[in-house]
């Protein structure tokens, strides 16, 4: 849906009950640092990656600040199970950690796997996995190259491209909470 923002331009607006933003209050994010500089625009909010579009929206409340195109884990359908199965996380998670010194062009992480996620793994007998981070291309030019060639090529990641990393990285902010949708 379309909306005029209060500077007057049309700015596409997100229903909230769809994308579950309350949620973030349950979280405790006052008083999280940037750990990054360059950006003085609105405070994202929220996340939120539509994996059957392959999109990520970063959201100000209801309005869409920015939107990627991205990449997920080679095998993307479905909840991430089991370390190795390839699938990207669906869920509410929270932002945890930064990355500056990635294999990847800058990371931030995921809280994946939660409490849920282990214990449906551990009645598997398996490990849920884990290191599941929002992140630029490869920084190893074979694997550049590779990730260049094929979509999903992550093994559970979302995957951007080196410059929209660095404006993510730099907009987003440790404890922002981030939904995965089928």
């Known amino acids: 849906m379309l909306k005029k923002s209060n500077s007057g331009k049309m700015v596409a607006v997100m229903?909230?009950?769809s994308f579950a933003l309350g949620l973030s209050a349950s979280f405790g994010l006052a008083g999280c640092s940037h750990g990054a500089t360059g950006y003085d625009g609105p405070?994202?909010?929220?996340?939120?990656?539509?994996?059957?579009?392959r999109k990520m929206y970063l959201l100000n409340n209801e309005e869409?600040?920015?939107?990627?195109?991205?990449?997920?884990?080679?095998?993307?359908?479905?909840?991430?199970?089991?370390?190795?199965?390839g699938r990207t996380p669906e869920?509410?998670?929270?932002?945890?950690r930064r990355?500056?010194?990635?294999?990847?062009?800058?990371?931030?992480g995921?809280?994946?796997?939660?409490?849920r996620d282990r214990a449906?793994?551990?009645?598997?007998?398996?490990?849920?996995?884990?290191d599941i981070f929002i992140h630029g291309q490869p920084n190893n030019s074979k694997h550049r190259r590779r990730a260049e060639r094929v979509?999903?090529?992550?093994?559970?990641c979302i995957a951007v491209k080196n410059a929209e990393m660095e404006e993510i990285y730099a907009m987003v902010r440790n404890g922002t909470v981030i939904t995965l949708r089928p």
Request: charged share 25%; hydrophobic share 35%; glycine share 12%.
């Open 91 to 96: 869920g509410t998670y929270v932002i945890n």
């Open 99 to 108: 990355n500056p010194e990635s294999n990847y062009h800058l990371s931030l």
């Open 43 to 53: 405070e994202v909010t929220a996340i939120v990656v539509n994996k059957g579009a």
């Open 110 to 115: 995921i809280s994946y796997p939660n409490a």
């Open 15 to 17: 229903q909230r009950r």
């Open 151 to 156: 979509e999903d090529w992550t093994a559970g």
């Open 64 to 85: 869409i600040l920015r939107s990627y195109r991205v990449d997920l884990g080679f095998a993307p359908a479905g909840h991430k199970r089991i370390e190795g199965d």
């Open 120 to 130: 449906q793994a551990r009645a598997l007998g398996k490990r849920p996995g884990g």
